[in-house]
């Protein structure tokens, strides 16, 4: 695969590597090769634990592609979940019979902030992590894969607010105190404590951690009926004339390019 690159470090602990350049946008053929990722997790026997990881150190996941039309995903078979495409990949991968962990480095805002609250468990560089929902400042589109109805779980609601209508980055530090990673670990550190963790739970039974985890998501995830009006929303709010206003101006900026704008983003957005 091109963008999703997996390693099995051992049958049970893989490895799983996003990269699509200039700044890692998540667009349709991500998802086709998530598709194949989560299939195969699935249906391994063996597995445990997958670590996801950029191949980036200063773009996790930008956001979505903004330019990507889907056209790759018509000769595709329908989403599992019934979902559209992004959020049946977000669906399954939340409901995986493993655990799964974001190793975040950069950006991560938009989809890519809704990729991390998809996965289990989300361990941050203190110092080169950056995450948030950039969507309200940029034409006040509300976000459309999932994080209203995951972060006001995790954070609470008056945070998860702030988050989504302030649309501002959130560093390591602010991001672990709020709840909206795990735990933020100095960038030195990073690689070396989520790889003991991950090994740590690499030794666990899969049955066990499959009922563990089934009996927590009971508890905590969305039900799936909740994910379409954000999706419809998002969707519909990007043809009009305030939103296609802004995106013109922010392609002529340098939008999904490396540069000023794509790093401070989350400051820059209102501003277009």
Known sequence: ???????????????????????????????????????????????????????????????????????????QPPPVTGQQPFVDI?????????????????????????????????????????????????????PGGGAPARLPRLVGRGRALEILVGAEDFDGDLAERYGYVNRAVPDVQLDEFVTAFASRVATVDRSALADLK??????????????PPQSDSFAARLGTPRYQNWAKSAFAAGLQQSGDLEERLGTRSVEL
């Open 1 to 75: 695969m091109a963008q999703v690159n997996l390693t099995k470090k051992s049958p049970s602990f893989w490895c799983v590597s996003l990269d699509n350049p200039p700044v890692n946008v998540f667009g349709a053929q991500m998802v086709i090769e998530m598709r194949a990722l989560l299939d195969a997790a699935e249906n391994d026997p063996e597995l445990t634990v997958i670590v996801f990881e950029s191949a980036n150190p200063d773009y996790f996941i930008a956001h979505w592609d903004l330019a990507d039309d889907l056209s790759a995903l018509a000769d």
């Open 90 to 142: 977000m669906v399954r991968l939340s409901r995986l019979p493993v655990l799964t962990i974001s190793k975040i480095r950069g950006r991560a805002r938009g989809a890519g902030s809704e990729f991390l609250l998809a996965t289990d468990i989300r361990f941050a560089s203190r110092e080169r992590t950056l995450i948030g929902q950039f969507e309200m400042g940029a034409g006040s589109v509300p």
């Open 214 to 227: 089934g009996w927590v998501n009971a508890i905590t995830l969305p039900d799936d009926s909740e994910f």
